[in-house]
Structure formats: structure tokens, C-alpha cells
T-cell receptor, first 116, second 110 residues
Framework: GAGVSQSPRYKVAKRGQDVALRCDPI?????LFWYQQALGQGPEFLTY????????KSGLPSDRFFAERPEGSVSTLKIQRTQQEDSAVYLC??????????????FGDGTRLSIL | GNSVTQMEGPVTLSEEAFLTINCTYT??????LFWYVQYPGEGLQLLLK?????DKGSNKGFEATYRKETTSFHLEKGSVQVSDSAVYFC?????????FGQGTTLQVKP
């Protein structure tokens, strides 16, 4: 069975451009999470969906960051007017639980975003 | 707030040595605790977990015990192999989202 799939694997953009990162979770997984991982650091939470509802967006660093999951499956993380500090690996994870904290999360390989 | 602190790396060991990677946490309530591993060129994988005090998580020879009294979840392995070389992340969850430590790089030399 397929795991969590993220695309593109690598994205290079010029400062000020908009980017869109895609996540395909494991089929049937209710919960979907986005994390940001800076070089040499642990992942940091950005936002959480349960089905199509965005239940927590407390980790989004600014209003330039926007995430959606319109049909409760594929999710897109969009960053507008990118800045150099947005350079990081963006990780997507899904889990079968409804956000209960004991459920393990399955991670994709991430999208490495570089802003020039 | 909730947080996780791991010992700084890199940790360099010879093959068959004993491994301990320390992890302590601060959290409200009763979080679940996890160890994730990231092998070179691969994504994060769940290594083991524990959901309540005194639980022991184990997998692939690795173990960690949820110690509420010391707020710790130290990772141990009796005999490491070269193939265990990776970055190890301790994490907690009490609201669904994961809160990670900064990661500890393990290098095992033959």
C-alpha cells in the first residue's frame, strides 16, 4: 500500500513568488498534519485537518501561509510572497485516528523548499 | 507550554556498544511519547511509542520507558549496528499534534 506522498520533492523559488506544496495522505486517513523542519532542527507543527475541517492552524507563522483540504483527502500548503526564512523542509503526516493523541503519524518524505 | 529536550549530538559509538539517548519533556496532562527515526535520505519513521506512565515501548532492539516521576523517555539499545546510524527524534502529543525535540544524530562505526 502507498504511504504518504508529497510533491514536488524539491522546489526552488525566487523571493516574492508564490508556491504550492501537495500532500497525498494514506487512503482513508482522517487526520492530516503539516510540519516545517528547519535545517538541524526537529519538525514544528503548522496546521491540522480532520477530514476537510482545519481544526488547528496555530502553527502557521504568518498570513502568507494557507492550507486547504477541500475534499478531505489531498491537501495543499500554499505560501504567498515567499521570503528567505521560508526555506525549510515541509513535512506532511497522516493518521487514522480522529486526532487522538496516541495515534501514530505516518510521514511523507517532505518537500525541500529553497528561496533564493 | 509543552516541550521536549534531547541530548545534543552527534553521538558516535563503535558497533555493539550500548546506546542511551536522553529525552525529557514538559507537558500538561498525560501525553503520549514517541521516538521517530530518520535514516539518511529517508523520511521520518515511527520507532516506538508509549501512551501511559510505566509503559515500555520497544522495536528493533530499541526500548524506552515512560517515566512520569522524572518526565523522561530515554531511548536505549544494548548493541548498536552500523545500520542504526540515523537522526533520532523524541516527541510528545497531548492534543493530536506532535511536539519534537531537536534531534540527536547517531553515528555507529564498524
Amino acid at each position: 500500500g502507498a504511504g504518504v506522498s508529497q510533491s514536488p520533492r524539491y522546489k526552488v523559488a525566487k523571493r516574492g513568488q508564490d508556491v504550492a506544496l501537495r500532500c497525498d495522505p494514506i487512503s482513508g486517513h482522517v487526520s492530516l498534519f503539516w510540519y516545517q523542519q528547519a535545517l538541524g532542527q526537529g519538525p514544528e507543527f503548522l496546521t491540522y485537518f480532520q477530514n476537510e475541517a482545519q481544526l488547528d492552524k496555530s502553527g502557521l507563522p504568518s498570513d502568507r501561509f494557507f492550507a486547504e483540504r477541500p475534499e478531505g483527502s489531498v491537501s495543499t500548503l500554499k505560501i504567498q510572497r515567499t521570503q528567505q526564512e521560508d526555506s525549510a523542509v515541509y513535512l506532511c503526516a497522516s493518521s487514522s485516528g480522529g486526532g487522538r493523541y496516541g495515534q501514530p503519524q505516518h510521514f511523507g518524505d517532505g518537500t525541500r523548499l529553497s528561496i533564493l | 507550554g509543552n516541550s521536549v529536550t534531547q541530548m545534543e549530538g552527534p553521538v558516535t559509538l563503535s558497533e555493539e556498544a550500548f546506546l542511551t539517548i536522553n529525552c525529557t519533556y514538559t507537558a500538561t496532562g498525560y501525553p503520549s511519547l514517541f521516538w521517530y527515526v530518520q535514516y539518511p535520505g529517508e523520511g521520518l519513521q515511527l520507532l516506538l511509542k508509549a501512551t501511559k506512565a510505566d509503559d515500555k515501548g520497544s522495536n528493533k532492539g530499541f526500548e524506552a520507558t515512560y517515566r512520569k516521576e522524572t518526565t523522561s523517555f530515554h531511548l536505549e539499545k544494548g548493541s548498536v549496528q552500523v545500520s542504526d546510524s540515523a537522526v533520532y527524534f523524541c516527541a510528545l502529543s497531548n492534543t493530536g499534534k506532535l511536539i519534537f525535540g531537536q534531534g540527536t544524530t547517531l553515528q555507529v562505526k564498524p
